[in-house]
T-cell receptor, first 115, second 120 residues
């Protein structure tokens, strides 16, 4: 069975500091991994994904994530946080092995960047 | 590219009435569309998956007769909440995935902006 864990409900970081939002996953086969961001009363915006290839994936707005197979993690990072990065972040996984189309989402992490 | 729209963005209705929500892929053909429901401060719950021209596949616990999904074309899917009740009040979000998308984006789901339904 597939699952995604985002261990932190809330992450606070000062503007200009690096940020990390954690995600671990569990799948039976190889994963497709995604990060999405949600602003208040809005749908999800795609940030980045890992399908295959380089473990370090770069995405929109300066975000990047590193796929770590041994730790089954896909943490989201940014070198210098902006106040405008404050939002709700979701990690999601799709199991390549099952052929299923749907994504399994984590419970979300609310990021607050303090000016 | 890969834009998904939803209409309406919000709707208020009386208990017992039906509400239809549209999801459109504006610049790509969506071979698969997904409907999610999100409760306040919670994650997305997948309700159903639909492929163009075929019946939707509903997740366990989702009433197919209450949440009618139609995916009649490659750019449009509709969710109809029939005989809505206050407990159906929620944020409904659709997403679309298009196998024809270039640049390896066929694996990515693109989300609509959501529809907030309030049933009085």
């Amino acid at each position: 069975a597939q699952s995604v864990a985002q261990p932190e409900d809330q992450v606070n970081v000062a503007e200009g500091n690096p940020l990390t939002v954690k995600c671990t996953y569990s799948v039976s086969g190889n994963p497709y991994l995604f990060w999405y961001v949600q602003y208040p009363n809005r749908g999800l915006q795609f940030l980045l994904k890992y399908i295959t290839g380089d473990n370090l994936v770069k995405g929109s707005y300066g975000f990047e994530a590193e796929f770590n197979k041994s730790q089954t993690s896909f943490h989201l990072k940014k070198p210098s946080a902006l106040v405008s990065d404050s939002a709700l972040y979701f990690c999601a996984v799709r199991d390549k092995g099952t052929g299923a189309n749907n994504l399994f989402f984590g419970t979300g992490t609310r990021l607050t960047v303090i000016p | 590219g890969a834009v998904v729209s939803q209409h309406p963005s919000w709707v208020i209705c009386k208990s017992g009435t039906s509400v239809k929500i549209e999801c459109r892929s504006l610049d790509f053909q969506a071979t698969t569309m997904f409907w999610y429901r999100q409760f306040p401060k919670q994650s997305l719950m997948l309700m159903a998956t639909s492929n163009e021209g075929s019946k939707a596949t509903y997740e366990q616990g989702v009433e197919k007769d209450k949440f009618l999904i139609n995916h009649a074309s490659l750019t449009l899917s509709t969710l109809t909440v029939t005989s809505a009740h206050p407990e159906d009040s929620s944020f409904y979000i659709c997403s679309a995935r298009g196998a024809s998308l270039a640049g390896g984006q066929g694996d990515t789901q693109y989300f609509g902006p959501g529809t907030r339904l309030t049933v009085l």
